[in-house]
C-alpha cells in the first residue's frame, strides 16, 4: 500500500496546475517525508522586489501536502505556522523539505524547512494535519494498473 500511494501522490502532484504554474517539482517522497523545489523567477516578485511571502508559503504547502498524504490517506491542513527567517536572492531555487514529527490515526504534526541553493534557511514552519479515512482518490488508478 505504501508504495502505491507514493506512485499515485507523485502522479497526482505533477499534474496539479497550481503547483505547475508556480514551477514547483516533487523531487523526493517516502512515507512522512517530501521534498519540493521551485525556480524563483521575477513573476513571483512583491512590491519591494523580493520573492513574495505567498509564492514561500505554497512551497511549503506543496511539500506539506505531499508528506502528510504520503501515508494513503487524505489528509488536510488544520494549522500551518510560518516564520520567514530571510529574503531569498529572488534567483535560483528554493527547496522545502517536509518531515513528519507525529502521527497519528487522526492527527499528523510536520517540520518543513525552506532553503536557498546556498542552503541558506529562508522559512519554517510547524504544520498540524487532520487524517480523513479516505482514501487518496486517485490511489484506485494506480492500483487498477497493477
Do not use: W
Not at 85 to 92: D, I, N, Y
Not at 116 to 133: F, H, P, T, V
Amino acid at each position: 500500500m505504501a508504495q502505491d500511494a507514493i506512485e499515485a501522490l507523485t502522479g497526482a502532484s505533477g499534474r496539479e496546475p497550481y503547483a505547475r504554474k508556480l514551477g514547483m517539482r516533487l523531487v523526493a517522497l517516502e512515507p512522512g517525508r517530501a521534498v519540493v523545489e521551485m525556480q524563483m523567477n521575477d513573476g513571483m516578485k512583491n512590491i519591494f522586489g523580493m520573492i513574495h511571502g505567498g509564492a514561500i508559503f505554497s512551497l511549503i504547502d506543496e511539500a506539506f501536502q505531499a508528506s502528510c498524504n504520503s501515508h494513503g490517506r487524505v489528509a488536510v491542513a488544520l494549522n500551518v505556522s510560518v516564520t520567514y527567517h530571510r529574503a531569498p536572492k529572488g534567483e535560483g531555487k528554493l527547496v522545502a523539505e517536509s518531515r513528519e514529527v507525529h502521527c497519528s490515526n487522526r492527527t499528523g504534526t510536520y517540520e518543513i524547512r525552506v532553503t536557498d541553493e546556498d542552503e541558506n534557511l529562508i522559512a519554517s514552519c510547524l504544520a498540524l494535519a487532520y487524517r480523513k479515512g479516505d482514501p487518496l482518490p486517485f490511489l484506485a488508478q494506480v492500483e487498477k494498473e497493477d
